[in-house]
């Protein structure tokens, strides 16, 4: 136990260990880049003429057997793909309309249904409070498969099949956003709650002044997740949704044919933007959120 520093006080000061050397941000270095040289490979075969495309990406793409030749940086930069995407391709604007349709209520219902039950869930004590928020994580932890076949039958017989309510009012009700929630109202202090009553607010008034700015980065942080999972689902739009015309953006790449390999990377790229902005305007807190959803005062 060489190179130790104390930091913090109580049990945030305990040992840690200083690391020196460049070995170790090599490591690091080498993590990142396995993330990050698949987006930039994207980003160069989007600004690809098809020729060169065909040429470097043949093989992946169904036409031949020649070897993979990737580059993170074109040879010769053509926006012709995003063009046809963006001006020729009305398709992929009704399927980019139709994820906005699905995720954005969704969103905005897990904020109205899911933040007040994780406030009772984290301020209340109820007979049945345990038990009820036992199924909330056994929900939580079930795939989709498991609820799929009693999920099709349920919207079947309300008549929602084929329609954006059948993916909607699914995920308005999800119980993962209550727990990253109700971990987060946990740890606002009771003092705070106290003080408040002692100056006449009543409990919707504590709820909205004083657990939603506090509990902000858990709300951002299980929002932010849904909105990810919504924009990137593919089993449920499948099984619920057998118009085309209803279809999210989730499923406008595998549709594309072999011979519309740039317009497919370009319209990967076009579909990563809006995830990655907000990943990055909310990053702080969506650290804030996960740490807090993982520990409990």
């Known amino acids: 136990m060489k190179h130790l520093v104390k930091r913090g ?36 075969a989007a600004l690809m003429p098809e020729d060169e495309l065909y040429w470097r990406y043949g093989s992946p793409l169904g036409l031949g057997q ?6 993170l940086l074109p040879d010769y930069p053509s926006p012709e793909a995003l063009a046809e995407l963006l001006l020729r391709s009305p398709g992929f604007f009704v399927m980019f ?30 007979p049945g ?3 009820l928020f036992a199924c909330y994580v056994v929900l939580m932890v079930l795939p989709f498969q498991v609820t799929q076949v009693s999920g099709y039958l349920v919207l079947d017989r309300l008549g929602l099949l084929d329609s954006h309510l059948a993916l909607v009012l699914p995920g308005i009700w999800a119980s993962l956003p209550v727990f990253i929630m109700e971990r987060s109202f946990a740890a606002v202090p009771k003092e705070l709650l106290e003080a408040a009553r002692l100056d006449g607010a009543g409990e919707w008034r504590i709820f909205l ?23 990137n689902s593919l089993e449920q ?16 790449l595998p549709d594309i044919a072999a011979d519309k390999g740039a317009v497919a990377f370009a319209a990967a790229l076009v579909t990563c933007l809006l995830p990655v902005l907000l990943y990055l305007n909310f990053q702080e807190e969506l650290e804030q959120g996960a740490a807090s959803s993982g520990s409990r005062e």
């Open 9 to 44: 006080k109580g049990s945030a000061g305990r040992l840690f260990p200083v690391r020196r050397g460049t070995g170790f941000g090599l490591l690091l270095l080498a993590l990142c880049l396995l993330v990050w040289i698949p987006l930039l490979v994207m980003t160069a």
């Open 66 to 71: 020649t070897p993979v030749r990737a580059a």
């Open 97 to 126: 309309w139709n994820s906005c349709i699905q995720v954005l209520p969704v969103v905005l219902g897990q904020l109205l249904v899911g933040a007040p039950a994780a406030w009772a869930f984290a301020r209340f004590r109820f």
């Open 129 to 131: 409070r345990r038990a």
């Open 209 to 231: 002044h004083v657990g939603l700015p506090l509990g902000y980065p858990g709300i951002v942080t299980a929002l932010l997740l849904s909105f990810m999972e919504g924009w």
């Open 237 to 252: 739009p499948v099984t619920y949704l057998k118009d085309r015309t209803l279809w999210p953006l989730s499923l406008y």
